[in-house]
């Protein structure tokens, strides 16, 4: 299951949901953390996307209180945004997030690299290419 | 309630308080395909499970209003929801304990959260799957079991088709047994009838081979010719299988057509009828013909002595003297010989048959008519029946007849026939006779009754005359014996008177001409009875004051006279009754006694005038006034002598 954090409407956020069902994903929707909390203690998630330009809280710092919680401790935290954070490959950051992901990726780009996170995560078993999305 | 088919998908119901979580879940399901309800209480879950047919329910074990594991219970105990799979998850109640409690209060599965979202997939869809291989298990299973009924229902159905089709079979068996039997009893009575019928009968195909004969002909040929099957049928009656002609069953075989014929064959000795008819199959198709030969032999004989015999009796017929005649009871001529045509005046029978003349019209007095036919109703015959008949030119002659009826088997009467004989010489005769006779009686009677008035009228005075005489010299002598021998002359004298009184009465009494036959009669039977000394009763009716013809008055007197004479000479009667009456034109005498009787027809058959002139004689008289004279008399028994006269003329039937 993938849960997708974001609390925007913008059509790139919501269409990267679709590939990503497509693309043969379960796709969770969650506007706030607490939500997804709430739903992790259900339901384990394997990645949590989450948009960074966010109105109430930085993503990033979603992405910090997920990390304290005991169980996301191994999860795929993936943020999204328009811009690469600056140290983004450093720490602190990468021991906060697995990786960046541009929002207007190209759908099989943004399929390829989750794919490539869960496989590494033991999620997958193998890895679907492009010509799984249809946008 | 199970949604669970093959085609609709399964439909959950996720019960979970938590919002997200039911959104969660239904997300995940619905993209697994399944049909997502929701509820957030255990009131609502169990609502929806009674109304709405669920697969399997999700059910958090924590609810805000009730246990989940107590929901699984309600919803395991329902009749209808018994069947609704219940997976029950938990992040709180997640031991050991919670699980079997869980799962022993009814739950089909028990997850505890956080739970993999493949994990919980992979539950539900084992579950449905499970499900529905019970469901189809139980689909088979109850489709088995329809089918195991049907087929039940089927073999019972088969069953009794069967016991029916075997009791219609039982029932056809036996039927054909009867009609087997029943086949076979008519075949016996065919061959019976077949071979107890006396002519020769058989069968042939088209070719006239002879496929069956029957007991008659195989008894005349089978000496000869052996088993007739397969013989030729004119190998059989010709002797050959090219008879010098064709054979009337050639005809039959070649033509189809039936045949009848009387012929002889060379084979048999007579004369033989031969019937031959075609046989045909349902087609139409002659196959055979059936041939019957009957011995007429002894029938041709019995025709030809019946011909001669007719021809003979033509003959009698034709030429007898006397008449011969059939005639309806009408009075229709139905056949008249030419005798009694030419006795009629007719020129031929023919004439005499015509519809004007009746048989009725010929008689002279009508009234002989009816006597005769009350006598052919009453005996049915009449026998020397004398009339009086008119000839065609209505002259008349007398007519002697012997008819008889002529009646059928059931006694109906048919018609008349007899013999007429025309004896108007023979009446001329008898008249002559009876004229000759008449005349002799009345020539005797006026005899007697000279004789009778004239030994009355001299003999008489001069007997009186001696008397007085003899009386005067009675008493001038004196002398004893002068004066008896007068006595005794006196004596003779009267003995002489009363002789001759007597001889007169016999002769002729004159009461008979002078006082009427009552008077005479009276007279007579008193002094008979005196000197016979036996009882007369005399009763006379209707003559007291009426007087006859003279002829007839005389006749009946001397017919009592002749019978009171039969009585005292033969009858040794102890009493004797005259009756005389006369009853308008009617009189009647009998003269009746309780003597010792006699066979009065012997006797009149009897030869010697003794033995019946007497008898001959009344009847003559009788005769001679146109009476009628029967005398009845039984040995033993007595004698009654009885006289029936019309003094109008008709005709006095004889009894």
């Given at each position: 299951?993938?849960?997708?954090?974001?609390?925007?409407?913008?059509?790139?956020?919501?269409?990267?949901?679709?590939?990503?069902?497509?693309?043969?994903?379960?796709?969770?929707?969650?506007?706030?953390?607490?939500?997804?909390?709430?739903?992790?203690?259900?339901?384990?998630?394997?990645?949590?996307?989450?948009?960074?330009?966010?109105?109430?809280?930085?993503?990033?710092?979603?992405?910090?209180?997920?990390?304290?919680?005991?169980?996301?401790?191994?999860?795929?935290?993936?943020?999204?945004?328009?811009?690469?954070?600056?140290?983004?490959?450093?720490?602190?950051?990468?021991?906060?997030?697995?990786?960046?992901?541009?929002?207007?990726?190209?759908?099989?780009?943004?399929?390829?690299?989750?794919?490539?996170?869960?496989?590494?995560?033991?999620?997958?078993?193998?890895?679907?290419?492009?010509?799984?999305?249809?946008? | 309630?199970?949604?669970?088919?093959?085609?609709?998908?399964?439909?959950?119901?996720?019960?979970?308080?938590?919002?997200?979580?039911?959104?969660?879940?239904?997300?995940?399901?619905?993209?697994?395909?399944?049909?997502?309800?929701?509820?957030?209480?255990?009131?609502?879950?169990?609502?929806?499970?009674?109304?709405?047919?669920?697969?399997?329910?999700?059910?958090?074990?924590?609810?805000?209003?009730?246990?989940?594991?107590?929901?699984?219970?309600?919803?395991?105990?329902?009749?209808?929801?018994?069947?609704?799979?219940?997976?029950?998850?938990?992040?709180?109640?997640?031991?050991?304990?919670?699980?079997?409690?869980?799962?022993?209060?009814?739950?089909?599965?028990?997850?505890?959260?956080?739970?993999?979202?493949?994990?919980?997939?992979?539950?539900?869809?084992?579950?449905?799957?499970?499900?529905?291989?019970?469901?189809?298990?139980?689909?088979?299973?109850?489709?088995?079991?329809?089918?195991?009924?049907?087929?039940?229902?089927?073999?019972?159905?088969?069953?009794?088709?069967?016991?029916?089709?075997?009791?219609?079979?039982?029932?056809?068996?036996?039927?054909?047994?009867?009609?087997?039997?029943?086949?076979?009893?008519?075949?016996?009575?065919?061959?019976?009838?077949?071979?107890?019928?006396?002519?020769?009968?058989?069968?042939?195909?088209?070719?006239?081979?002879?496929?069956?004969?029957?007991?008659?002909?195989?008894?005349?040929?089978?000496?000869?010719?052996?088993?007739?099957?397969?013989?030729?049928?004119?190998?059989?009656?010709?002797?050959?299988?090219?008879?010098?002609?064709?054979?009337?069953?050639?005809?039959?075989?070649?033509?189809?057509?039936?045949?009848?014929?009387?012929?002889?064959?060379?084979?048999?000795?007579?004369?033989?009828?031969?019937?031959?008819?075609?046989?045909?199959?349902?087609?139409?198709?002659?196959?055979?013909?059936?041939?019957?030969?009957?011995?007429?032999?002894?029938?041709?004989?019995?025709?030809?002595?019946?011909?001669?015999?007719?021809?003979?009796?033509?003959?009698?017929?034709?030429?007898?003297?006397?008449?011969?005649?059939?005639?309806?009871?009408?009075?229709?001529?139905?056949?008249?010989?030419?005798?009694?045509a030419r006795m009629f005046g007719y020129d031929?029978?023919?004439e005499l048959?015509?519809?004007?003349?009746?048989?009725?019209?010929?008689?002279?007095?009508?009234?002989?008519?009816?006597?005769?036919?009350?006598?052919?109703?009453?005996?049915?015959?009449?026998?020397?029946?004398?009339?009086?008949a008119y000839r065609k030119d209505r002259s008349?002659i007398?007519?002697?007849?012997?008819?008889?009826?002529?009646?059928?088997?059931?006694?109906?009467?048919?018609?008349?026939?007899?013999?007429?004989?025309?004896?108007?010489?023979?009446?001329?005769?008898?008249?002559?006779?009876?004229?000759?006779?008449?005349?002799?009686?009345?020539?005797?009677?006026?005899?007697?009754?000279?004789?009778?008035?004239?030994?009355?009228?001299?003999?008489?005075?001069?007997?009186?005359?001696?008397?007085?005489?003899?009386?005067?010299?009675?008493?001038?002598?004196?002398?004893?014996?002068?004066?008896?021998?007068?006595?005794?002359?006196?004596?003779?004298?009267?003995?002489?008177?009363?002789?001759?009184?007597?001889?007169?009465?016999?002769?002729?009494?004159?009461?008979?001409?002078?006082?009427?036959?009552?008077?005479?009669?009276?007279?007579?039977?008193?002094?008979?009875?005196?000197?016979?000394?036996?009882?007369?009763?005399?009763?006379?009716?209707?003559?007291?004051?009426?007087?006859?013809?003279?002829?007839?008055?005389?006749?009946?007197?001397?017919?009592?006279?002749?019978?009171?004479?039969?009585?005292?000479?033969?009858?040794?009667?102890?009493?004797?009754?005259?009756?005389?009456?006369?009853?308008?034109?009617?009189?009647?005498?009998?003269?009746?006694?309780?003597?010792?009787?006699?066979?009065?027809?012997?006797?009149?058959?009897?030869?010697?005038?003794?033995?019946?002139?007497?008898?001959?004689?009344?009847?003559?008289?009788?005769?001679?006034?146109?009476?009628?004279?029967?005398?009845?008399?039984?040995?033993?028994?007595?004698?009654?002598?009885?006289?029936?006269?019309?003094?109008?003329?008709?005709?006095?039937?004889?009894?």
């Amino acid at each position: 299951m993938l849960t997708h954090i974001h609390r925007c409407a913008s059509p790139v956020v919501t269409s990267n949901s679709r590939y990503l069902s497509q693309g043969g994903h379960f796709v969770i929707e969650a506007a706030w953390v607490d939500a997804v909390v709430r739903i992790a203690h259900s339901v384990v998630p394997w990645l949590i996307l989450v948009a960074i330009v966010r109105p109430e809280s930085n993503g990033l710092e979603s992405a910090a209180r997920l990390r304290r919680i005991s169980q996301f401790y191994g999860l795929v935290i993936i943020p999204l945004g328009w811009i690469t954070p600056v140290g983004m490959y450093q720490e602190p950051l990468t021991s906060l997030v697995n990786d960046y992901v541009d929002i207007d990726v190209p759908p099989n780009d943004l399929l390829f690299t989750i794919d490539n996170h869960l496989l590494t995560n033991n999620q997958l078993t193998h890895v679907a290419f492009p010509d799984r999305i249809n946008s | 309630m199970s949604n669970l088919n093959q085609t609709s998908p399964a439909r959950v119901l996720v019960v979970d308080d938590s919002a997200d979580l039911r959104q969660v879940f239904c997300k995940l399901l619905e993209r697994e395909g399944y049909e997502a309800l929701q509820a957030n209480t255990g009131a609502e879950c169990l609502r929806i499970v009674a109304e709405t047919p669920l697969d399997l329910v999700l059910l958090d074990v924590v609810l805000p209003d009730l246990s989940g594991i107590d929901v699984c219970k309600h919803i395991k105990s329902g009749e209808k929801s018994a069947g609704v799979l219940v997976l029950n998850i938990s992040g709180m109640k997640t031991s050991s304990f919670n699980l079997i409690e869980g799962l022993e209060g009814g739950a089909d599965g028990y997850l505890t959260k956080p739970i993999d979202h493949r994990t919980l997939l992979a539950h539900v869809k084992a579950l449905l799957r499970s499900k529905r291989s019970e469901e189809a298990r139980q689909r088979s299973e109850q489709a088995l079991k329809e089918a195991h009924d049907q087929l039940e229902q089927k073999v019972h159905q088969r069953t009794a088709e069967l016991i029916a089709s075997n009791d219609l079979l039982r029932q056809e068996i036996t039927d054909r047994k009867r009609i087997e039997e029943a086949l076979v009893a008519a075949t016996a009575m065919w061959e019976q009838t077949f071979n107890a019928i006396p002519d020769h009968l058989c069968i042939m195909d088209v070719r006239g081979v002879i496929l069956r004969a029957n007991q008659a002909m195989r008894n005349c040929f089978e000496p000869v010719h052996g088993d007739l099957v397969g013989l030729d049928y004119e190998l059989c009656y010709y002797g050959t299988t090219t008879p010098e002609r064709d054979h009337p069953c050639a005809a039959v075989l070649s033509h189809g057509l039936p045949v009848v014929c009387e012929g002889e064959f060379p084979m048999l000795e007579g004369s033989y009828l031969l019937a031959s008819y075609p046989l045909r199959d349902g087609t139409g198709q002659q196959w055979g013909a059936i041939s019957s030969v009957r011995d007429i032999t002894e029938r041709k004989r019995t025709q030809a002595a019946l011909k001669e015999t007719e021809e003979k009796y033509r003959g009698i017929f034709e030429n007898a003297i006397e008449g011969i005649f059939q005639s309806t009871l009408d009075g229709r001529f139905v056949s008249a010989n030419p005798a009694i045509a030419r006795m009629f005046g007719y020129d031929s029978p023919q004439e005499l048959m015509s519809e004007r003349n009746l048989v009725r019209e010929h008689y002279v007095n009508p009234e002989q008519r009816k006597v005769f036919t009350r006598l052919m109703e009453k005996n049915g015959f009449v026998r020397d029946f004398e009339l009086q008949a008119y000839r065609k030119d209505r002259s008349i002659i007398w007519t002697s007849e012997n008819v008889r009826v002529v009646r059928d088997e059931a006694g109906t009467l048919l018609y008349y026939e007899g013999i007429v004989e025309d004896i108007t010489r023979r009446k001329e005769v008898e008249q002559e006779r009876l004229e000759l006779l008449r005349r002799l009686v009345s020539a005797q009677e006026d005899e007697q009754r000279r004789i009778s008035r004239e030994l009355h009228d001299q003999m008489g005075q001069s007997l009186a005359a001696l008397l007085l005489g003899l009386k005067s010299i009675q008493g001038i002598v004196d002398n004893e014996p002068a004066r008896s021998q007068v006595q005794r002359l006196q004596e003779i004298t009267n003995r002489i008177a009363d002789d001759m009184h007597s001889l007169i009465r016999e002769l002729r009494p004159t009461a008979l001409d002078d006082l009427g036959l009552h008077t005479a009669l009276s007279n007579y039977i008193a002094e008979w009875s005196q000197q016979s000394n036996i009882a007369v009763d005399f009763h006379s009716y209707g003559l007291s004051n009426c007087r006859l013809d003279n002829q007839l008055e005389t006749t009946i007197y001397r017919i009592v006279q002749e019978a009171l004479n039969n009585v005292l000479k033969h009858a040794n009667a102890k009493s004797v009754s005259v009756i005389l009456e006369k009853r308008g034109s009617k009189v009647s005498v009998i003269v009746e006694d309780d003597g010792i009787g006699f066979d009065a027809e012997l006797l009149l058959r009897t030869p010697g005038r003794h033995g019946r002139f007497g008898l001959l004689g009344m009847r003559e008289r009788s005769m001679l006034v146109g009476g009628l004279l029967n005398i009845e008399s039984t040995p033993g028994v007595g004698t009654t002598v009885l006289m029936h006269i019309d003094t109008s003329g008709d005709i006095l039937e004889a009894e």
